[in-house]
């Protein structure tokens, strides 16, 4: 048997305090133990933080002779952590954070000098993107290790001058777990060093100081990895060409240096908020599409999908209490609550994929009134905290964990209740002396709640689709078509039930302003060093749009025209009824792979406004002869760009005139024959538009967004919707603004939600915020662009 302690180093009680409180309450935490309570806030710094670690080590010094040796006690800051998860969880991540941290020290520094040394990590502390106070020089920010991580897991720019982008390697004091005597050895190390030379009014700085000088001496063992280590720059130190300076402890002989301190690195068990906040998602798991095989047994995963762990599925259900002691409030009796931690939101860090135990509120406390109403026991906080407080006692876990059964502690006395705290002096507080005060302000404003499914609780079984992120884009055979025998035909809307075979439409238009009539010619792109340039073969070479070069891609240009040559002398063999080469005005690729010959064939026109060729024109060119897409339809073109020096970032409104680009388009498109409506026609814009992927994927996500948006549709409307034929086939981009802003303007004010989730941006999502000209950047994409 083992025991876990649960201390709060507090003062006096707010309501930040008390949603700490309700929050271990009804996660069945051990009745915790307040620090200091009651005590004179010392104006003095040095006064303050010394009491704060003093009474911490004194009360340490208390629990050992009465504890056993086994015992873990776990330390919160008082006024800015919350639980979201039970105590179960938290002791089994610690004792597998433990055992991977000794892993990493065995590979960097061998099993013998791990056993030598006495390497074990028992004292584990919450991480920091930031070593608090600032100063690089220090052990405690140079000489600490790196995460583990993957180098660009925040960005491309890890590790930059942007907090955001460093890894969570420094210690963070507000959050500790450890077995009783080591933490003792931390602390009375930490008081040493405030006794010593007291330089900062920050505990902080003591911890991680202890922390750096442990792996200072660590990496004494490898002189290799102490010299590369001590090089690395961070911040400023960008801009220093010389070796950054760095402090180099001196121990006196025999002098301990090892207190078994390791940082929870990926957030497992206390997650903080500063320079984090952007890579944290409120989700509810059961909304996520899971991992699963497709028809050919390849796995495939939703981008945005998350699977509950192991040890938090094996927890006691979050709503375990109700089970045990039903509400008694008219509001609440008839509700049905979620029956696992499927159902229910949790905050999950997205780098590590793993909902944390514990929210450390550093830096933005404002969101500690922004994020109250987004946890999983919110809206039923008061009732699951009565319903908590006539839980049996049990142990935390019904199975052993680390080989023990593990208890709450909790005091003997007969005088103390459930759901408040003991003060170190002894006093027991409730919870009406304590929080009844601030309960306006922990909990919602009561409601009658209607009969039926907890809101929380999802209301949809999702039909799973073939995951779009996973298209397949490798070589010719996908390059070209869309196999409508992917999409089952009880999933199709009747105008798609018959299925289409989509080919390239490989002839290049031009249409000119002025012109009567079109003509269609060739396109050959070319590179040049330095630049990126495109030609229009024999109509524009002699007008010199754009320079050649020796290695013109107009080599391929033919091979492929001999290639489709060859086959439509096959087709027109084999299938001369059917031949799509043998009608006029349209040739096309064969698919790489054979569909059912029902299939009716539909093409995939490109068409591209744009007035005049310059090094983005021919990008767009470029990167879409590259990537395999039909040659575009240019409307309103007029050769070269007669002034060179023209800013090429121009919008498309000063290039050419928007009422000349719709009339071509639409003069186009009617030009197109009326059999040919299950053609389908990319407009884009031709100074201002790359092609990353195959035409292939585009066509996927297309048929995608439109079988999903017609399953809201439906689901809003009902019958309604087929009756009416009300269904999406044209997807225009997104934007994040109406511009310009006309509250009148149905555009503007009528639009959809986004089906982004409503915190995806964080818990600004929506708002106005920045400069100006970026305003918008927390803004979900709604608008039409």
Not at 140 to 157: I, N, R, Y
Not at 428 to 448: A, G, V
Not at 471 to 483: E, H, I, K, R, T
């Amino acid at each position: 048997k083992a025991g876990l302690h649960y201390l709060i180093p507090a003062t006096s009680s707010n309501r930040d305090f008390c949603k700490l409180l309700l929050s271990s309450t009804i996660l069945d935490y051990p009745t915790p133990v307040l620090i200091n309570w009651g005590a004179h806030e010392e104006a003095n710094p040095y006064k303050q933080h010394l009491a704060k670690v003093e009474t911490l080590l004194a009360y340490l010094k208390r629990l050992k002779p009465i504890s056993k040796e086994d015992d873990l006690v776990l330390i919160l800051d008082g006024y800015d952590v919350w639980f979201q998860l039970r105590p179960d969880v938290l002791l089994k991540r610690y004792f597998e954070m433990n055992a991977n941290l000794d892993q990493r020290t065995i590979q960097a520094y061998g099993q013998d000098a791990f056993d030598r040394g006495d390497h074990r990590t028992t004292v584990i502390f919450g991480p920091d993107k930031i070593c608090w106070p600032i100063d690089f020089s220090r052990p405690a920010c140079w000489a600490v290790p790196h995460t583990g991580l993957s180098p660009t897991a925040f960005g491309p720019e890890e590790n930059d001058e942007r907090e955001t982008h460093n890894e969570p390697r420094w210690l963070n004091s507000g959050t500790i777990m450890g077995p009783i005597q080591d933490m003792i050895d931390v602390f009375q190390a930490t008081l040493d060093l405030i006794h010593y030379n007291h330089t900062t009014d920050s505990d902080q700085f003591y911890f991680a100081n202890v922390f750096g000088d442990q792996e200072y001496a660590r990496l004494s063992l490898d002189g290799e990895l102490l010299e590369n280590q001590s090089k690395e720059r961070y911040r400023e130190e960008f801009h220093v060409e010389e070796d950054p300076p760095r402090q180099i402890p001196e121990f006196d002989v025999g002098q301990r240096t090892e207190y078994h301190i390791g940082i929870d690195y990926f957030s497992a068990m206390f997650q903080t908020l500063a320079f984090y906040k952007q890579f944290l998602a409120w989700i509810r798991p059961s909304d996520s599409w899971a991992t699963k095989e497709d028809e050919n047994g390849d796995v495939t995963q939703e981008r945005y999908g998350f699977k509950v762990a192991e040890d938090i599925s094996k927890s006691l259900t979050p709503f375990a209490a109700f089970e045990a002691s039903p509400p008694t409030s008219i509001s609440n009796a008839s509700v049905e609550y979620p029956k696992s931690w499927e159902d229910v939101s949790l905050c999950v860090n997205t780098v590590t994929d793993l909902a944390p135990v514990t929210l450390h509120f550093t830096g933005e406390k404002a969101l500690r009134e922004l994020w109250w109403d987004k946890l999983w026991f919110y809206e039923d906080g008061e009732e699951l905290r009565k319903a908590s407080l006539k839980m049996p006692d049990r142990p935390i876990s019904e199975e052993p964990i680390a080989g023990k059964m593990w208890y709450k502690i909790e005091s003997e006395d007969p005088e103390a209740g459930k759901g408040g705290a003991w003060a170190d002096n002894g006093g027991w507080h409730s919870w009406t002396s304590l929080c009844k005060t601030y309960e306006d302000q922990i909990f919602p404003r009561k409601t009658i709640k209607k009969k039926g499914p907890h809101r929380r609780r999802p209301s949809l079984s999702f039909t799973y689709e073939t995951a779009i992120f996973f298209a397949d884009m490798d070589g010719p055979s996908s390059d070209v078509y869309l196999n409508p025998a992917t999409i089952g035909a009880a999933e199709r809307p009747s105008y798609q039930k018959m299925g289409r075979l989509v080919d390239r439409h490989l002839d290049i238009s031009f249409f000119g302003t002025d012109a009567a009539a079109h003509t269609r010619r060739s396109v050959g792109c070319v590179a040049r060093p330095g630049a990126v340039a495109s030609t229009l073969h024999d109509l524009l070479r002699e007008s010199g749009l754009c320079d050649f070069s020796v290695f013109s891609l107009g080599v391929s240009f033919f091979f492929s025209a001999v290639a489709g040559l060859f086959f439509c002398i096959l087709q027109a063999f084999f299938q001369p009824s059917g031949s799509t080469c043998l009608h006029k005005g349209r040739k096309s690729t064969k698919p790489a792979v054979s569909l059912k010959e029902t299939l009716p064939p539909a093409y995939l026109r490109m068409v591209y406004p744009a007035r005049q060729a310059d090094a983005n024109f021919c990008k767009i060119i470029l990167s879409g002869a590259i990537l395999n897409y039909p040659e575009p339809m240019l409307i309103g073109f007029e050769g070269k760009n007669k002034h060179e020096n023209t800013d090429s970032t121009l919008d498309l409104a000063e290039r050419i005139s928007q009422k000349t680009s719709i009339l071509g388009i639409d003069k186009h498109l009617r030009n197109i024959s009326a059999t040919r409506d299950e053609d389908l026609v990319v407009i884009a814009d031709g100074l201002n538009t790359w092609f990353q992927l195959r035409p292939q994927t585009l066509l996927d996500r297309y048929f995608e967004s439109n079988r999903n948006a017609d399953a809201r549709i439906r689901k809003e409307l009902g019958i309604m919707a087929d009756t009416l034929k009300i269904h999406q086939t044209i997807i225009f981009g997104a934007q994040r603004d109406c511009s310009p802003w006309n509250a009148e303007d149905p555009a503007c004010s009528v639009v959809p939600e986004s089906s982004l989730p409503k915190d995806i941006y964080g818990p600004l999502t929506d708002v106005e915020a920045g400069e100006k000209q970026d305003r918008f950047t927390k803004h979900r994409p709604r608008y039409i662009s």
